[in-house]
């Protein structure tokens, strides 16, 4: 099941598996990284989920900041 959609990413959930499924489908802005990101928590809140897939090869580059936010913003809220 489709959970988020946007041009850039692609968000599924398979109860059966427990798998939670991240495709990067094109180049995000900081912005849009950053929006996509925090649609991951959710769904680790809501969903028992044991199994992570993560596709970034059409993602491209990911800018500086946006890893340096990721590491102290996003992670945090992460790995509770």
């Given at each position: 099941?489709?959970?988020?959609?946007?041009?850039?990413?692609?968000?599924?959930?398979?109860?059966?598996?427990?798998?939670?499924?991240?495709?990067?489908?094109?180049?995000?802005?900081?912005?849009?990284?950053?929006?996509?990101?925090?649609?991951?928590?959710?769904?680790?809140?809501?969903?028992?989920?044991?199994?992570?897939?993560?596709?970034?090869?059409?993602?491209r580059?990911?800018?500086?900041?946006?890893?340096?936010?990721t590491?102290?913003?996003?992670?945090?809220?992460?790995?509770?």
């Open positions: 099941m489709i959970i988020y959609k946007k041009d850039y990413i692609s968000i599924a959930y398979y109860e059966a598996e427990q798998l939670l499924e991240i495709t990067w489908l094109a180049y995000a802005s900081s912005a849009e990284y950053r929006e996509a990101k925090l649609q991951y928590i959710e769904p680790l809140k809501k969903y028992q989920i044991k199994r992570w897939l993560t596709d970034y090869r059409q993602a580059v990911v800018r500086l900041t946006d890893q340096q936010w590491a102290s913003e996003w992670a945090p809220q992460f790995f509770v």
